[in-house]
């Protein structure tokens, strides 16, 4: 079924656009003509891809606005001009899924490590609270929240990491979508520095709560080297001397040579050390941090921890200190799935499956 017309659409993060690039190109390579919707920051990335951009209002896909109906609005008005066979989203982005129902076209959607939409809590509510407020903005009826997991959901993990394996009816899991651009030589050149141990540390959203960074910080062994992403970081000025740090620093090309991992428990950086059997250190505050921290703990692949110094002290000589096996298990698993393939047939099986309808 060459040359459809499928627009990806993505939330405006590295953690959303990246697994969304990794699809579009699986998609692309089929032979089908792929725009990727996002924010304008991504477009030079995009084009470097052979991917084309589609144009959209500045701060229509802006993460950190997901919620705002004028937000929705203006995602759906973007993409329902592109004239889309077909529609692939991030989780969350809740425009793509309108844009789709409105043109009477299937809708994928890129999960998250965590399930999604969350099957309780206070994530739940929010979630329920903005996907009604979105469609009484453009003047839908209500809409149950499981609707958010489109025609297909695509999960990201594999299922050996799930204790029951669970995924639920719709999902099918796609590995860790974890395509990332090419380290910048900086990156490259400090690794290759390195002498002694390397540890990623990522502080995502904290909802509120103080980060831990702070506590962190004293509990770092000596000798210890440190890379960071410090959008989100309270008190960056207290990094060790040597530390590899900037706004968004790419958890692939270190992860591939870190002795262990502390962070939130985003589903991009757990997925990142998973896939290459590093250790983890999960400090979650909200949104699917905890349900992450929880699985990751259930697998025997890292240790959940509260933002304490000496809580993490311990936790990192745990994780670093437990048995490997759960890991190299693992990281069979995801090398042994062509995650983005496998989404790009998944995809493309909504098609025929609205083809062959009555």
């Known amino acids: 079924m060459p040359g459809l017309r499928i627009v990806v659409a993505a939330l405006g993060s590295p953690g959303f656009v990246f ?3 990794a699809v579009a190109r699986a998609l692309r390579d089929r032979g089908h003509r792929v725009t990727v919707a996002t924010e304008p920051w991504a477009a030079a990335i995009l084009g470097a891809q052979g991917l084309s951009c589609l144009p959209a209002p500045a701060g229509a896909f802006d993460t950190s606005r997901w919620f705002l109906p004028s937000v929705v609005a203006a995602q759906s008005g973007a993409l329902r001009g592109a004239g889309a066979d077909l529609f692939v989203v991030t989780s969350l982005t809740l425009g793509g899924l309108i844009a789709a ?3 009477g076209v299937p809708c994928a959607v890129i999960g998250l490590l965590s399930e999604f939409p969350p099957p309780q809590g206070a994530n739940r509510q929010e979630i329920a609270a903005a996907w009604s407020a979105a469609r009484a903005a453009v003047y839908l009826p209500p809409a149950p929240i499981e609707r958010l997991a489109g025609d297909r959901l695509l999960r990201r993990g594999v299922p050996e990491l799930f204790v029951p394996p669970a995924p639920g009816p719709s999902a099918r899991f796609v590995g860790a979508l974890g ?3 090419p380290a910048p030589p900086v990156v490259r050149d400090w690794i290759a520095a390195s002498s002694g141990p390397i540890l990623y540390v990522h502080q995502a959203r904290t909802f509120g709560a103080p980060g831990f960074w702070r506590a962190l910080a004293p509990a770092l062994p000596p000798g210890v080297r440190v890379a960071t992403s410090t959008s989100r970081m309270d008190h960056p000025e207290r990094l060790p001397a040597g530390a590899l740090a900037g706004p968004v620093v790419p958890h ?4 591939d040579h870190a002795a262990a991992c502390i962070c939130s428990g985003t589903s991009s950086v757990v997925l ?3 896939e290459r059997g590093v250790p983890l250190v999960v400090v979650p ?3 699917e941090q905890p349900d992450v921290a929880d699985l990751v703990e259930r ?3 890292g240790v959940r921890s509260t933002p304490d110094t000496p809580s993490l002290a311990a936790a990192l000589a745990r994780a670093q200190g437990s048995d490997p096996g759960p890991r190299a298990a693992l990281r069979r698993a995801f090398a042994s799935l062509d995650g983005p393939s ?3 047939q998944l995809v493309l099986e909504l098609v025929h499956s609205a083809a062959e309808a009555p």
């Open 19 to 21: 697994p969304a690039i």
């Open 101 to 103: 129902e409105l043109a």
């Open 179 to 181: 395509w990332e651009p």
């Open 252 to 255: 692939g090309a270190v992860l």
């Open 272 to 274: 990142a050390a998973l």
């Open 285 to 287: 505050a909200g949104g």
């Open 299 to 301: 697998a025997g692949v």
């Open 342 to 344: 496998r989404a790009a």
